[in-house]
Structures are given as C-alpha cells and as structure tokens.
C-alpha cells in the first residue's frame, strides 16, 4: 500500500483537485464570510447554505508538526514531516498536511510556508513547502 | 448536590484474562474468561446479568475517530451474549461516543434508568497476534479513504504516534515539556509492572535507555507509547441496591463521570492542540461531585502515549495547565508511595494496551486493597480515565 487517496465527493471535490489549476480552494461562507474546513453543506458559523469553495492565498504558518520515522507500512519512504499548518486567511483556519522540500529538522512551529501540491491520479494533495524570503 | 445517576450505580465484580503478546487462546477464549470471573466476582450467576455493553464491539471503526486496526476489535456483544446464553434487556456496542469508558458510563445508564441490573462491561483485544499475522498496521480502502480519516491518511498521519506527536509537541513549544519529563511517566510504569506478575514488560527501563531509544513520531520514542497485547478485561456494573450482597465485601461506588465534548470532534482540528477532549470531560466529573482533586488516592489515567497522561493531570486539574511536565518530573509524585500514585500496575506502557480497562481493573484492585505487592496505603477514592485528542471519559470511583 503506498500512501492512500481520499474518496472524492461533492464536498471534497474543489479542495483534493483544486490544484490542477494551482489553487488550493477552501470552505467559503458566502453570507458571513466565514472559511471552514473540512468542507461541510452549512455554514457552522451562520448556518447558511451558501458556502461554496473559493481560493486562498495559499501562505500559512506551521502550528504543530511531528517527524514521522516508523514505516507504517513496507512501501512508506520514511522520514516525513506532518504538519498542522493555520492558513493566513482566519485564525484557527488550520489544515493537517505535509511539510515537503527541506530537511525534517529544518521545520519549526511558526515557520513561513506556502502552498504546493503532489498529484496522485485525479488527485492534487496539497502540500506546504518554506516560504519563499 | 443532588444524586447523579452514576451514583445509583456500583461496579459489583472485575475479571482479567491472561495478557500477553505470544498467547495461544483466541480473544473470544480471552473474553469469556474475564466475563466468567467478573460474574463469579460480583456473586452472580449468569442468569442474573440482564445487559451487556463493549466498546468498540465487533464493528470496524473505519467511519469513527479511529481508523480499523487489525485486532483492536474484540468479539461483539452478540457473540459473547450467545456464547454464555444470556437473556438481556439491553444490550450495545458501539465506537461513536466519548472514549472507552462510554461503556461503562452506559452501562451506568442503563441500571440508574431501571432497565437493567447488572450489566456486564468488557473491552477485548489481540492485537499482538493480529499485528504479528499483518503486513499492514492500517487497512485503507482502495476506492479511497472516506471520513474523518480521510483528511489525516493521505498525508501519511496512519497512527497514534504521529496524531499525539503533533499535541506533544505543541506542548512543549508552549510549556517547554520535556522528553526527560515525558519519560518520568514511562519510568514510573515500568517500576510498577515490576510489581505486576501480569505486566508484559518487567525488565528494567533506565532514563538511558529511554533517550537512546528510536524515535517514532516526534517527540514520541519508542517508550512514549504502549504496547500492543492480546488480553480481556470485563466490569460488572450492578445497581447499588446489590451492594450489601457482593461477596468480597467491597463494592466500588461510581461516584461521578465525565464524558462532556467540548471542542470539534476531530483529530486535526482540535482549536488548542496544549491541551485534549481530557479538559472538557475533567471539567464535567468534578462537576458532578462534592469530591475534589486532592480527595483521590490513586489514579489510572490514561497513557495509550506518556504525553496523554500529562493531559490528563492538566484536565482534570491535579495541576494546573502546562504543569503537568513539572508535575511528574522526578517521578516521585506520582510513585506508590507519592502523593498521587499513577498507573500502579504498570498502565499500557508497560502492562499493555488494555484500552484504559486495564486502569480500571488495577484501580478497582487497589481500592478493593487487593493490589498484591503493589497496593497504595488506605486507597479509597480512585480515578480512571480514557482516551486522546478528541476522545475523553473518565470515572471517580470510592470504597468509602
């Protein structure tokens, strides 16, 4: 088993292959202007049903991280760094996700990273990398 | 304060089946041998047990908060109702609820609301042998991951180490927790399993072996986290009207629970990964009580991770948010003979993961002054408690 893909439903359609056009899509309320995320059919905030995927910026900041080392399972190419990333655009506006193109010891909680994405069939998994300076 | 339904409620009779990692005998074989002793223990006869509740029950927990496991299912309600023919009013198994202990916290239910009056309570794994059979820890549907699980295993995130590691360590960014903290908590199991004839791991576990030992997840090493067993541990849950009538004279009080939600149900996206699901059923136990923090004498909190018992004394408030590392520095605190003794039979670190029932089991042992080499002086009030990350229960139980 190599690393796994997610189903893809109505919900979650705009935001695993967003990046085909290079846009991570998130949650948006289209009433209260509220983002969310996973996606969901009515808004937490407000409860309206008016929320549609919209683009972000795609900047965020590592909130937490763990260096993965164990492989899982045989095919797993070990270490790797897990993140929790909180998006520029809301506090607490958090994905889990990959840190990729650095050494797992150059991540750090409240690093600068930007949004990128790792194609695996119809799926674009978005990914973080350091922020360009 | 008012009574609480918990309070109608005792736990009559305890049951263990052999743990280990290389048993010959099968987890329905390992089940019925807790449930036969937890029914004989309570002075019951099989017909007099009128529910039976598990957790998870025999269901896959693919669309809950835990991804499918080989063997951390045990046989389902259905067959062990079948196997020791009993006639019930009610019976459950189910994952979607607030960590393990919503069994016995239904079972609770279930005898305060009079439908039931003893009900049998158990949690059954094998996992050591499943995992041994496995080529893979985790089964993922190949048409795609769907749930919860499907926003963590797509980037790798297969396993507790790497959910908890990320809770680790933010709290040690924020509170400057440390590893040697972290390992206070293995050190304290591992002496205590050395008292336990039915600890898995009795050797001996040096502050330099935990450092050296490979990591995992980071900050999680090795021993941070527990240890797969094959093993069956099962409660009876009997109305407190059967207390006079136990036989080995010590009925367990429920004195309150915990089991409040109080932030997303979800892994990823928990608001203060420094703290748990833990801080919001902490909350609602002492909530329903006039027993306070500093009334316990002996704990089992849960360490399915070493950090999770760090969350655990933050919430339910043994020491105040980010002191729970400072808490069991040393580790004398929280030894046999400290001030709040914790996982005295050695917890899932070092007896093995009986999913938060083996805490249980051991703490109902101690208050029943039944803990063999190991007992901690005048035990009367203990607390037991269950889960991570979004996943919370907890129990304070009382002889006295």
Known sequence: MGWPTPAIDAHNRAFWTGGRDGRLLIACCGCCGAWTHPPVPRCPSCASERVEPAPVSGRAQVYSYTINRQRWTPELEVPYVIAIVELAEQHGLRLLTNIVGCAVEQVSIGMAVEVDFAQRGEVFVPVFRRAAT | MSERFEQRCIISGIGQSEVGRRLTRDVLALTLDACHEAIADAGLAREDVDGVISWPGAVSRAEGLAPPGPGSSGPGTGAVIDALRLRTNWHYGGPESPGMFAAVIHACMAVACGLCRHVLVYRALNEATAWRAATERVSVDPDGVRGTMSWMLPYGAFSGPNWIGLWAMRHMHEFGTTREQLAAVALNARRNAQRNPKAVMQGELRIDDYLSSKMISDPLCLFDCDLAVDGATAVIVSTSEHAPDVPHGKPVHVEAVGSALQGRASWDQWADMTETAATGAGRHLWSRTDCTPGDVDVAG????????????????????????????????????????????????????????????????????????????????????????????????????
């Open chain 2, 301 to 400: 909190l849960y360490d399915g991770f070493s950090v999770l018992t760090l969350f655990w004394l933050e919430g339910l408030g043994f020491c105040d948010k980010g002191e729970g590392g400072p808490f069991v520095e040393g580790g004398s605190r929280i030894a046999l003979d400290g001030e709040l003794p914790l996982a005295t039979g050695g917890g899932q670190l070092s007896a093995g993961r009986l999913h938060a029932f083996g805490h249980l089991h051991e703490v109902c042992l101690q208050l029943r002054g039944q803990a063999s080499g190991r007992q901690v002086a005048d035990a009367k009030v203990g607390l037991v408690s269950a889960g991570a990350g979004p996943l919370a229960s907890c129990l304070l139980l009382r002889t006295a």
